[in-house]
């Protein structure tokens, strides 16, 4: 049985004093109030500078004079706004990781976003242990594979890239021919570990759906010969059959 909990929890995913120093963010929310706790959450944390904007056309022209690296948004304008804003942004700013700012993330909205772009949600109310997750996440972590983009589905499609994702990590480990470097490993650790999360989260019938839909993904890879999970399944019953 698939336990997200039983994925490594020291996958570094902090940031060092170093790396914070090469970090700017946007902060984009038609409320004032909410730019101000947002930035100085930030702050506390170490991100500076952090700038705000209050709505999406000021973000636009702020971006095509600045260069930053992090864009922090409030989707309360809804959904086709805040897409289309996303989109204009990465259009600017290809390299700029853009993070929405959502009251709900069990929703088909915020997994569009992530299909087009988004690297994570921050869900409100956050603490400042979940914005400094979510950030370092967002940072650290592989963009979400393509294959989101050829699924519907949001929790069958992430269960889907987990089960992918082990796959590849299983495959990686037993590599004889093509040894991986340590940096490697880590960054397939943290791609599974970032999708897990975001699929648990996503899934709009809660943890067990989720955890359902990654034991059918694991079947259905594991029925691949070609695959390291197919390898690893025709050798244990090749194993059981000898015994009988």
């Known amino acids: 049985m698939f336990n997200i909990d039983d994925i490594d929890d020291d996958l570094n995913f902090s940031l060092s004093e170093e790396e914070k120093k090469s970090i700017s963010v946007l902060v984009v929310d038609e409320s004032a109030g909410e730019r101000g706790v947002l930035r100085l959450a930030l702050n506390n944390l170490g991100f500076t500078p952090v700038r705000d904007a209050g709505n999406f056309a000021q973000a636009l022209e702020q971006l095509s004079a600045e260069n930053y ?52 949600y921050l869900l409100q109310p956050f603490s400042s242990d979940s914005l400094n997750r979510t950030f370092n996440i967002a940072t650290k972590a592989e963009p979400v594979p393509e294959l989101v983009n050829a699924l519907q589905h949001s929790t069958k499609a992430f269960a889907q890239i987990t089960a992918n994702c082990l796959d590849k990590l299983v495959q990686a480990l037993n590599d004889d021919k093509n040894k991986r470097s340590y940096e490697d490993i880590l960054d397939l650790r943290r791609t599974m570990k970032q999708v897990a999360l975001l699929g648990q989260s996503l899934s709009h019938l809660g943890y067990n759906d989720f955890v359902k839909h990654v034991n059918s993904s694991f079947m259905e890879i594991s029925r691949k010969r070609r695959s390291r999970l197919g390898i690893l399944r025709t050798k244990l019953e090749q194993e059981r059959n000898s015994r009988i």
Do not use: D, W, Y
């Open 69 to 120: 690296t992090h864009l922090l948004f409030s989707t309360k304008s809804g959904h086709e706004a805040s897409l289309a804003f996303l989109r204009q942004s990465l259009e600017l700013r290809e390299a700029i990781i853009a993070i929405p700012v959502a009251k709900t993330a069990a929703t088909n909205e915020v997994f569009n976003m992530i299909r087009f772009g988004a690297r994570g």
